[in-house]
């Protein structure tokens, strides 16, 4: 039974970390934009039929294909941000208005991946040797330890660049205070395309992790990892991108190690458990918005 809930506890923290990343790029929209980007989880499934096709195709790598995901959604992102968004400031409800928007995006894109790669589930067909490490009683796939390291690479890098850099900073600035920042002179709009690309980008790279780490990814796949997305940022705190990375190893845990004691369906009930607990106790999430001030 330990090595059981030890192996949970191994693969809570993976899949938490690889939530996290998750949850980090929804979180940096909703946080400087304060818009609710329900095609988040569509970005992600973009990104992973972006790695399958350049390992298909190109015979490219998936961890070369993930920054060159991220790099062609952070281009993508910015861009459609100056299409999308600006019109919803004239709304009488931004946040309602983004809501509906993007849930109209996230139909629009399912049915065009629907169109274009059809309904069969694809899998990316990567492996490193030895496939499996074993540690004691625990056995862990190759692929997912690595999945964890990355994960945790880029979420690390992410807070570096927003505590240490000047443009990470001005984004920190623009999600405590949207009219502060334009009095001090800086361009909001351009820094709202940079935190969208940002989103989309990382939703990408999210995308390519899934793939290498789950069994298979399909058009239809979407709305879980947008669900996803929303619980571990109500957990962490809306607007807190760190936070997201808290909630995720939470919840991941939570649901994992609850397996072990549990059929799925229960551990699942578990990890929303936790998080109907935590809106109880903590509305603003374990990160709210007041830690930021």
């Known amino acids: 039974m330990t090595g ?22 929804l979180n940096v929209i909703f946080g400087v934009l304060r818009v609710v980007n329900f095609a988040h989880g569509e970005f992600l499934v973009l990104g992973a039929y972006f790695a399958f096709y350049l390992m298909e195709y190109a015979g490219i790598n998936p961890l070369v294909a993930l920054p060159l995901a991220f790099a062609a959604f952070f ?6 941000y100056f299409v999308l968004i600006p019109r919803l400031s004239k709304a009488d409800d931004p946040e309602i208005s983004s809501l509906l928007l993007m849930f109209g995006v996230s139909i629009m894109l399912g ?20 496939v499996f490490l074993k540690f004691g009683p625990v056995l862990i796939p190759t ?6 390291v990355i994960a945790l690479a880029i979420i690390g890098a992410l807070t570096v660049f927003l505590y240490r850099s000047q443009l990470g900073k001005a984004l ?4 405590m205070n949207r009219d502060a920042v334009r009095i001090v002179g800086i361009n909001a709009e351009r820094l709202s395309a940079v ?6 980008g990382l939703a990408a790279a999210s995308g390519v992790l899934v793939a290498m780490v789950f069994p ?30 808290v909630g995720a190893l939470l919840f991941g845990v939570t649901e994992q190690v609850s397996v072990v004691f549990f059929n799925p369906s229960i551990a699942t009930i578990c990890g929303f458990t936790l998080m109907v607990a935590t809106i109880f106790i903590r509305p603003s999430g374990l990160f709210g918005r007041q830690a930021l001030r």
Do not use: C, K, W
């Open 195 to 200: 935190a969208f690309g940002l989103g989309i």
């Open 172 to 175: 920190r600035a623009i999600i």
């Open 111 to 130: 049915a065009i991946m629907l169109l274009v790669f059809d309904a069969d589930a694809r899998s990316l067909p990567y492996e490193i040797e030895p």
């Open 75 to 80: 281009l993508a992102g910015y861009l459609l």
């Open 143 to 148: 692929v997912r330890l690595l999945a964890l």
């Open 4 to 25: 059981l809930i030890i192996q949970g506890l191994i693969n809570g923290l993976i899949l938490g970390a690889i939530y996290g990343l998750i949850g980090v790029g």
């Open 216 to 245: 298979s990814f399909s058009p239809f796949m979407g709305n879980d990892y947008t669900l996803i997305g929303f619980i571990v940022i109500v957990l962490g705190g809306l607007g807190h991108p760190v936070g997201a990375l």
